[in-house]
């Protein structure tokens, strides 16, 4: 009766409800965003069982009274996107239907048949599902999944025919009858774990013929619904997610969370770094600017701070023995020239800066070693080309002498040793008019005495 098949939707409803708060998960491996089929699982069989009654929600039927008889099957299914599958499905199960009820002008029909039974002894179609959405219930780890299915097939049947008298005869005594029918439908999936999912499914088959009740009326086709509830397994590994349940969205923002929270750590990160860099800077700025013993040497440079007022220092502030001798001679070798021409073949500074790279360090070491065990006096002429405006060319061959001074320093060398003069461009000496003129006249010079 229409009763049982009430009762059989309030029982997929409740099954809905207590799956939907019980899917849930404690943990979810996200995938990248747009990984390929192969990262999910895509294969899946299931099973259910429900109701099978002779009738759908619209349309005429032979019989004035449905009933609902027991109906199970089963699929196999493949996943070829996150919202389309295609399905093969199996049926089985019993339709019946009688003439009870009264039509409105007293009679029971216009059939002279009192009621039928037909035994649907194999059903198999070919289905297109679609899912048409995705949703939460309580939270990200259970999924809702509303789908629509459309498809045909073949079904093997007899049916037993039960006239006004009582009489029970075969509508097909000697075979089955093999008809096509067209199941359209609607479900719904509940994702009860990584692994298996609650299917509640309803559909609508409509028959290519006119036999499944046993009696021709018109050119009306019969047709029969089938409402059920059943368990999807997907196939595969475990680790692996479901392609018709992972939500892509989903990925998405956690993809971007994940990588803001990276991103705001590595800039933290960062800014605790150049904190660290801008303080120790600041510190050693300040103890370049000072020199708090008045010795010549800045505190950055100074090996022996806190020397008296007045007293000779070296390059490293520390005091310088006097002794007094007869003068001798100062002796400036070819090897001694050889260190400095390598030095000044190798000086290179940064475009249009005084700051000297790193390269020109080891040869300019040499030269403040020299100076330091010969205590030769070393006089630095920067120069220029006539590029730019000679306030400019001044001032940048100024900076470069007393940079290289600073350096020289640094290493060792007596700072009241070295003299640092900027000439600008006015000491060329090679044609301005030509690149290659230009570079020759862009140089230190450095003169031994």
């Not at 933290?268 to 000072?290: G, H, L, P, V, Y």
């Not at 008045?294 to 007293?311: I, L």
């Not at 001694?336 to 700051?355: M, Q, W």
Request: one cysteine or more.
């Amino acid at each position: 009766m229409k009763i049982n098949y009430l009762k059989v939707s309030a029982l997929s409803i409740t099954m809905l409800l207590a799956g939907s708060v019980s899917a849930q998960e404690n943990s979810e491996n996200y995938l990248a965003p747009f990984s390929p089929a192969s990262s999910f699982r895509t294969w899946s069989v299931g099973i259910n069982a429900g109701a099978l009654a002779p009738v759908v929600p619209f349309g005429k039927n032979d019989f004035t009274n449905w009933e609902t008889d027991f109906g199970y099957g089963a699929y196999i299914k493949k996943q070829l996107s996150h919202n389309f599958s295609l399905q093969a499905n199996f049926l089985r199960g019993k339709l019946n239907a009688n003439n009870d009820n009264k039509l409105g002008n007293g009679s029971s029909s216009a059939s002279p048949l009192n009621s039928y039974e037909t035994e649907i002894h194999a059903a198999g179609n070919l289905t297109a599902n679609f899912n048409i959405g995705q949703f939460y219930w309580l939270n990200r780890k259970s999924f809702l999944s509303p789908y629509l299915t459309g498809g045909a097939g073949l079904m093997s049947y007899s049916t037993e025919l039960t006239n006004k008298a009582g009489a029970t005869t075969e509508y097909t005594p000697d075979a089955s009858i093999t008809e096509v029918y067209f199941p359209l439908g609607a479900g719904l999936k509940i994702g009860l774990s990584r692994t298996i999912n609650l299917d509640l499914m309803y559909t609508m088959n409509f028959v290519d013929g006119d036999n499944l009740d046993g009696y021709h009326n018109g050119p009306q086709n019969d047709k029969f619904s089938y409402a059920s509830a059943g368990l999807e397994f997907a196939l595969g590994s475990k680790s692996k997610p479901q392609l018709a349940t992972y939500n892509p969205a989903a990925a998405l923002e956690y993809d971007y969370i994940k990588r803001n929270k990276d991103l705001v750590e590595q800039l933290a990160s960062e800014r605790a770094k150049n904190a660290a860099e801008i303080q120790q800077m600041t510190t050693d700025w300040a103890r370049f600017k000072n020199d708090e013993d008045k010795d010549g040497v800045s505190d950055f440079f100074d090996k022996c701070p806190g020397t008296p007022a007045g007293a000779q220092v070296d390059g490293g502030g520390c005091p310088l023995q006097v002794t007094i001798n007869n003068p001798v001679k100062v002796v400036v070798s070819e090897e001694d020239r050889r260190v400095v021409a390598e030095a000044i073949k190798n000086l290179e500074f940064d475009l249009g800066k005084s700051t000297i790279r790193s390269t020109s360090y080891p040869t300019l070491n040499k030269v403040a070693a020299l100076l330091v065990q010969k205590n030769f006096s070393l006089k630095l002429a920067g120069h220029t080309d006539n590029t730019g405006s000679m306030a400019l060319n001044l001032s940048l061959s100024k900076d470069r002498a007393e940079s290289v001074k600073a350096y020289l320093v640094s290493q060792g060398a007596n700072a009241s040793r070295i003299e640092a003069t900027g000439y600008g461009p006015n000491q060329p000496i090679a044609t301005n008019q030509t690149a290659e003129g230009r570079q020759q006249n862009r140089r230190v010079e450095f003169t031994l005495y």
